[in-house]
């Protein structure tokens, strides 16, 4: 029976040359100063620009080893979504949300003779922006796509592993993350394609050469908007996936997870209809105003103007970066119980 | 030292799941953690493997301190926890392939190190079944031998053995008696005369505290005893320390006075040394009896007397 050892991995050799040059040789006998790890550089430390060489190459593989590993935890993830036939359903039924969609688009279009290419009521800008199967299709997809990612794997004793696996817990997350964003962004691609297929083809087919092909292209609009729409379903999409994410860490079971996630889309939805009932009730506009300054919808629906904000989209990223640290320092919490 | 562990503590709540543990243990062997349900295996095992902290103590793994530097331990270990893997959509080799690639093996040698430990666990004939076909025993196989991916110097097996079949249990205690060779194993059983069988070394728990550090050879030759003096503790636990030949000294109950300890000791004569000092010292001596006999005679007897200290 071979047992030959393996001395080290490329990341562990790596990982421990930057660790034993703090806290002694791997071997060396566990004694109390052997337990100091000074976390900065002494002023008294000798060590040379060669020294500075060999912490900068440390650095670069541990930022390295990071992103492989939240690489793997994403591949892996995509991998097990696809995998599972009730995947497939929930695909199904986006995609027939987006198919609804369209129809009322049409429908929409059908009405004017032309389109009339104004910021407001523009009905593709209302395609891509919040309008009711969209946000009813954000607001049941994010539970059902983050309840399996962490809630679950709890469930299923596989999280104990993950988290004993050489990976620090952020990197899981971030993993995570970035395949849940994933699987939104495929489940919300029809309403991208619709808009695009509208855009090249006039829905008429032609005879070419005996092949029957598309007769022609469709209707002319300005593509800016379905640019910002599309930016904006990323970007609103990557904070309702952190949100998600979130919820799933604070759970331990999967159906605890939906209901806290539908719950914070839920008041995500209340938000963005929050200024309407606020003017209803005469607040003030600066009260309205900072309503909607937090109301994610409302930011989709800037972008699907063609307005692309820069402080929008520096306050989703900032909400998305807190939200994944959060993750990784709580569910670690839960864990402990 | 592969494994140092010092009055370890972790509480949840009111309840203090493990109180005050400490042991060492070398740098290859098998060391069993046995005690009744609740008595807080499972909860050293995974603050060892880094998945939970402690709420006090220190933890040091292959010369790294879990507070500090939890990935290095996480480096040098292979941990089986207590439910197998639930990757039921999975298949064997591709599980075990995503863990080597977590636990940073080169894709390149990749193939090789799942081959080898699919070996180890005979699990190659299976390797293209999904997970969540497999019985619970080939699941735990199929943990035990992620946790073998990279060759780690610590295994932290938790029931390693529960729900293979005769032959697979046979196997597995071969594999983990020849893995000892070259690694520490650490594992928790409920299977006394498996942990008898298998270890030199068991660490007794009961009720969150290490009851017995026993050494099944000194178990065996009924070099070690236990005696119940009556003195002050803490010269009477000096005086038994200093005795020649003797390994541990652990303070069993105090009541009225009189202390129990079981002391292990390589040399029946550190039993003969023991009642010569408390004659010469002139401390009452009222038990003094070899510990010679099985793990189970002498499990039930801490547990017991562990029982009658909680009432």
Redesign the interface.
């Known amino acids: 029976?071979?047992?030959?050892?393996?001395t080290s991995?490329?990341?562990?050799s790596a990982?421990?040359t930057a660790?034993a040059k703090e806290?002694?040789?791997?071997?060396?006998?566990?004694g109390a100063p052997?337990?100091s790890?000074g976390g900065g550089r002494a002023a008294s430390d000798p060590r040379g620009p060669g020294d500075d060489r060999t912490a900068r190459s440390a650095m670069r593989q541990a930022i390295a080893?990071f992103s492989?590993?939240a690489a793997?935890?994403c591949a892996?993830e995509l991998?097990?979504f696809f995998?599972?036939p009730a995947s497939y359903l929930l695909l199904l039924a986006a995609t027939l949300t987006a198919a609804w969609g369209f129809s009322w688009l049409v429908t929409l279009l059908s009405r004017g003779a032309t389109i009339i290419l104004r910021h407001a009521d523009d009905p593709i800008a209302q395609f891509l922006g919040p309008n009711v199967f969209l946000i009813g299709g954000c607001t049941l997809l994010v539970p059902l796509l983050t309840m399996n990612s962490i809630a679950d794997e709890r469930r299923?004793?596989?999280w104990?592993?993950?988290?004993?696996?050489?990976?620090?817990p952020l990197a899981v997350v971030l993993g995570k993350f970035a395949a849940v964003w994933s699987l939104l962004m495929i489940a919300l691609a029809p309403w991208v394609y619709h808009v695009v297929v509208l855009r090249f083809w006039n829905g008429r087919m032609t005879d070419w050469h005996g092949i029957p092909w598309f007769d022609g292209p469709g209707l002319a609009f300005d593509f800016g908007m379905v640019w910002g729409g599309c930016l904006g379903l990323m970007i609103v999409g990557a904070t309702f996936a952190a949100l998600g994410l979130f919820c799933s860490g604070l759970c331990r079971v999967p159906a605890s997870a939906a209901v806290l996630s539908l719950a914070a889309m839920g008041l995500i939805v209340l938000i963005a209809l929050a200024p309407r009932v606020l003017a209803y009730w005469s607040f003030a506009p600066d009260q309205i105003a900072l309503v909607e300054a937090v109301s994610c919808w409302g930011h989709l629906e800037r972008f699907s103007r063609g307005t692309i904000e820069p402080r929008i989209v520096a306050g989703h990223l900032s909400v998305c970066a807190a939200l994944l640290w959060g993750t990784a320092v709580t569910c670690r919490r839960v864990?402990?119980? | 030292m592969s494994i140092v562990v010092r009055e370890l503590t972790k509480t949840y709540g009111a309840l203090r799941a493990v109180d005050g543990v400490s042991f060492d243990i070398g740098s290859s062997g098998l060391v069993g953690l046995i005690g009744p349900n609740g008595a807080g295996k499972s909860t050293i095992l995974r603050i060892v493997s880094t998945f939970l902290s402690p709420t006090s103590g220190r933890v040091i793994v292959a010369g790294r301190d879990a507070a500090v530097d939890p990935q290095g331990v996480q480096r040098n270990i292979g941990y089986l926890p207590e439910n197998p893997p639930g990757q039921h959509e999975a298949r064997i080799e591709e599980y075990l392939a995503f863990r080597a690639r977590l636990k940073g093996v080169d894709r390149r040698d990749r193939r090789n190190e799942v081959d080898r430990c699919l070996e180890l666990c005979q699990l190659r004939p299976v390797r293209r079944r999904l997970i969540g076909r497999l019985s619970l025993g080939f699941r735990r196989r199929v943990g035990l031998a992620d946790a073998l991916l990279c060759a780690p110097r610590v295994l932290l097996l938790d029931e390693p053995t529960i729900g293979l079949d005769p032959l697979q249990i046979r196997e597995t205690r071969k594999l983990l008696a020849d893995l000892a060779h070259e690694c520490v194993v650490l594992l928790s059983t409920h299977l006394l005369a498996e942990a008898e069988g298998l270890c030199g070394r068991i660490l007794v728990l009961l009720r969150g505290r290490l009851a017995a550090d026993l050494n099944i050879a000194e178990l065996r030759s009924g070099s070690g005893f236990e005696i119940e003096l009556c003195g002050p503790r803490t010269e009477c636990e000096r005086m038994l320390a200093s005795l020649p030949q003797v390994t541990s000294v652990i303070l069993l109950a105090t009541q009225g006075g009189w202390h129990s300890f079981m002391v292990a000791a390589h040399s029946a004569r550190a039993r003969e040394l023991a009642a010569h000092q408390c004659q010469e010292r002139g401390w009452g001596l009222r038990e003094l009896r070899s510990t010679r006999g099985t793990l189970e005679d002498h499990f039930v007897r801490l547990a017991m007397r562990g029982t009658q200290e909680a009432a």
């Open positions: 029976m071979a047992l030959s050892r393996k991995t490329p990341q562990a990982s421990a660790v806290n002694g040789p791997v071997d060396a006998p566990v052997h337990f790890t080893n492989t590993s793997a935890v892996w991998r097990s995998l599972r299923r004793a596989t104990e592993q993950l988290l004993t696996a050489p990976v620090s864990d402990e119980g």
